[in-house]
């Protein structure tokens, strides 16, 4: 739907002048990538509003975004495989997030540390990540590293910060980032390159 939409946009363009004929292909795949974002980030939000976890969906959509332009991982092979892999782990973050909120307190103090020691072992092993799906230019792999690392840092010191004030929401973070650290194990070994 959203590549359809994107090729009449991108004719339209056309048409006006406001874009050479020559670069419709490029243009239509920009306009579809923004589409189809925007129709994730949407269902995301129209989830966490039926779940009562708006604060926490945007949370997610801010981190899962932030980390993942950097860090690589699965990507998925079509656009609806991607927007249902999204939708995955939002529900899956949540998941956490209420299995979480019956623990004891040190229990779930412990399982965030733990889970973010974890992550980020797995992120010094892995990230960048490229696929056959998504492929980087050999300058921008250490780049990518580097932003993996200090956006990975941003969002660890957030989740910090907001453990005093909003429990739940710093869970939700941490939930990402282990998940994110999954997406990343999930690229088969001849899909991976190590920098």
């Not at 949407?42 to 980390?67: E, P, S, Y």
């Not at 991607?82 to 019956?102: D, E, H, P």
């Not at 020691?117 to 921008?140: C, H, Q, S, T």
């Not at 910090?160 to 941490?174: H, N, P, V, W």
Request: charged residues 20%; aromatic residues 8%.
């Amino acid at each position: 739907m959203t590549e359809k939409a994107a090729r009449v946009m991108a004719d339209g363009l056309a048409r006006m002048g406001q874009i050479q004929r020559a670069d419709v292909e490029l243009y239509a795949l920009g306009i579809e990538v923004i589409l189809s974002s925007g129709v994730t980030a949407a269902a995301v939000m129209i989830l966490g509003i039926l779940l009562g976890n708006r604060k926490g969906a945007v949370a997610f959509l801010l981190c899962f975004m932030h980390i993942r332009n950097y860090s690589g991982g699965y990507h998925a092979s079509t656009r609806v495989r991607c927007f249902l892999t999204s939708i995955g782990c939002y529900l899956a973050s949540w998941l956490m997030v209420v299995c979480m909120t019956a623990w004891p307190e040190g229990i779930r103090l412990a399982a965030v540390a733990l889970s973010l020691m974890a992550a980020a072992g797995i992120f010094y092993w892995r990230a960048p990540v490229e696929n056959k799906n998504k492929r980087l230019p050999k300058d921008w792999k250490q780049r990518n590293r580097s932003r993996t690392f200090w956006s990975l840092g941003f969002w660890v010191a957030v989740a910090g910060i907001l453990a005093a004030a909003d429990r739940c929401l710093s869970e939700q973070i941490a939930a990402v980032i282990l998940i994110i650290a999954v997406l990343l194990l999930n690229v088969r070994r001849d899909d991976h390159e190590k920098i």
